[in-house]
């Protein structure tokens, strides 16, 4: 069991405008709430909310955005984070303001951990992706900074339609140009926010299944640290040979990772679905499916169950034990509103996917009820 954890979403702007951005709730208010756009909450506020979580056993905080570091007391809170002792302090940033000197002030402050997104390593994909120009170097520099500090750096890579080709080249520049860092999180587009007005953006299941594997394979050839959990990765099916690699943690037990309030875990799962095809999948007691707006737009093909093997049986004996009656079977967390399937049907099945327009419009409609 990991360190219980929190986040400090400290403010909600960003000075780049990823068009998958699940945090942007704030894009269409004319007048952000408070702690919300440039209406940041007050230093206080937050120093407060520190102190609570810590009074209720969290021992690991990240702070988070929008873009955290563009508010202009994050070291003062950071500070305080570690007087408060919270064992793992992370930083969640886009790397654009991480100078030396910025690098050092964070690492001097107290963060032990950075998770830092960088959705391609071709630069004008980058600048496509985050709507930015003359930014790539100074995040690619800012990681080395903070690697070079003893930062515990991660890099968040969201596979979209433009970038899902690149995975295995990704992974190999990431060892080139950033050594001891600790590991890639593959990450899935969330339909939330500007993810869900940019829904083409998915990329296809199947250039998911033909690349996402592969660029594990080349990251345990290269021994680079990997990381993908169920609940806000891909489904099992699509890791081949690295089941036992990707944390089932976040959707079976969610309590140890969200703690008691699992608000944040059930607007991700209400979302998805399963297929009938799911029915025979190895790991079907332990999975709420896919996003079911991805099937209603590009339809089911790459949803393949996974068969029952000796190595998966050894990797995860509760499973195995419920397949052969020995368990009973596993109560997932209920997330979905009363009356929605959490699977599809035959009939809905092979309905999908909609034509575009009529897709968006059964979706927008679902989203009423």
């Given at each position: 069991?990991?360190?219980?954890?929190?986040t400090?979403?400290?403010?909600?702007?960003?000075n780049?405008?990823?068009?998958?951005?699940f945090?942007?709730?704030?894009?269409?208010?004319?007048?952000?709430?408070?702690?919300?756009?440039?209406?940041?909450?007050?230093?206080?506020?937050?120093?407060?909310?520190?102190?609570?979580?810590?009074?209720?056993?969290?021992?690991?905080?990240?702070?988070?955005?929008?873009?955290?570091?563009?508010?202009?007391?994050?070291?003062?809170?950071?500070?305080?984070?570690?007087?408060?002792?919270?064992?793992?302090?992370?930083?969640?940033t886009?790397?654009?303001?991480?100078?030396?000197?910025?690098?050092?002030?964070?690492?001097?402050a107290?963060?032990?951990?950075?998770?830092?997104?960088?959705?391609?390593h071709?630069?004008?994909?980058?600048?496509?992706?985050?709507?930015?120009?003359?930014?790539?170097?100074?995040?690619v520099?800012?990681?080395?900074f903070?690697i070079?500090?003893?930062?515990?750096v991660?890099?968040?890579?969201?596979?979209?339609?433009?970038?899902?080709?690149?995975?295995?080249?990704?992974?190999?520049?990431?060892?080139?140009?950033?050594?001891?860092?600790?590991?890639?999180?593959?990450?899935?587009?969330?339909p939330?926010?500007?993810g869900?007005?940019?829904?083409?953006?998915?990329p296809?299941?199947?250039?998911?299944?033909?690349?996402?594997?592969?660029?594990?394979?080349e990251?345990?050839?290269?021994?680079?640290?990997?990381?993908?959990?169920?609940?806000?990765?891909?489904?099992?099916?699509?890791?081949?040979?690295?089941?036992?690699?990707?944390?089932?943690?976040?959707?079976?037990?969610?309590?140890?990772?969200?703690?008691?309030?699992?608000?944040?875990?059930?607007v991700?799962?209400?979302?998805?679905?399963?297929?009938?095809?799911?029915?025979?999948?190895?790991?079907?007691?332990?999975?709420?499916?896919?996003?079911?707006?991805?099937?209603?737009?590009?339809?089911?093909e790459?949803?393949?169950?996974?068969?029952?093997?000796?190595?998966?049986?050894?990797?995860?004996?509760?499973?195995?034990?419920?397949?052969?009656?020995?368990?009973?079977?596993?109560?997932?967390?209920?997330?979905?509103?009363?009356?929605?399937?959490?699977?599809?049907?035959?009939?809905?099945?092979?309905?999908?996917?909609?034509?575009?327009?009529?897709?968006?419009?059964?979706?927008?409609?679902?989203?009423?009820?």
């Amino acid at each position: 069991m990991g360190l219980r954890s929190n986040t400090a979403r400290i403010l909600l702007e960003c000075n780049f405008r990823c068009p998958f951005c699940f945090a942007a709730w704030h894009d269409d208010k004319e007048k952000p709430v408070l702690g919300e756009g440039r209406n940041l909450s007050p230093s206080k506020d937050w120093n407060r909310r520190l102190e609570k979580m810590r009074s209720q056993g969290y021992e690991r905080v990240a702070f988070s955005g929008g873009e955290p570091t563009m508010h202009p007391n994050f070291i003062p809170l950071v500070r305080r984070a570690k007087e408060l002792g919270f064992q793992s302090i992370e930083l969640q940033t886009n790397g654009s303001l991480l100078t030396r000197k910025n690098a050092e002030k964070i690492a001097q402050a107290g963060v032990t951990d950075a998770l830092v997104s960088l959705h391609s390593h071709r630069e004008r994909l980058f600048d496509k992706i985050t709507v930015t120009e003359g930014v790539f170097t100074t995040v690619v520099e800012g990681i080395r900074f903070l690697i070079a500090q003893g930062i515990n750096v991660m890099i968040s890579h969201v596979v979209i339609e433009t970038n899902v080709k690149d995975l295995v080249e990704f992974v190999r520049f990431c060892h080139r140009e950033f050594p001891g860092m600790r590991e890639i999180l593959f990450f899935s587009m969330q339909p939330e926010a500007r993810g869900e007005k940019n829904m083409h953006l998915w990329p296809r299941l199947p250039d998911v299944r033909q690349t996402l594997a592969p660029a594990m394979d080349e990251c345990i050839r290269l021994g680079v640290g990997f990381r993908m959990d169920s609940q806000v990765g891909f489904p099992m099916c699509f890791v081949g040979g690295h089941e036992h690699r990707v944390d089932l943690v976040d959707v079976t037990k969610p309590h140890e990772t969200f703690g008691e309030d699992l608000s944040s875990f059930r607007v991700i799962e209400r979302k998805k679905v399963k297929l009938p095809q799911c029915e025979s999948c190895f790991f079907e007691p332990s999975c709420y499916g896919f996003w079911e707006d991805y099937f209603t737009l590009f339809g089911l093909e790459g949803i393949e169950p996974v068969e029952r093997t000796e190595a998966l049986d050894q990797y995860f004996p509760g499973l195995a034990d419920v397949w052969d009656g020995r368990e009973a079977r596993p109560e997932l967390i209920s997330v979905r509103k009363r009356g929605q399937k959490t699977k599809l049907t035959p009939e809905v099945a092979t309905a999908l996917p909609l034509p575009w327009k009529e897709g968006r419009a059964s979706i927008k409609e679902r989203r009423k009820k």
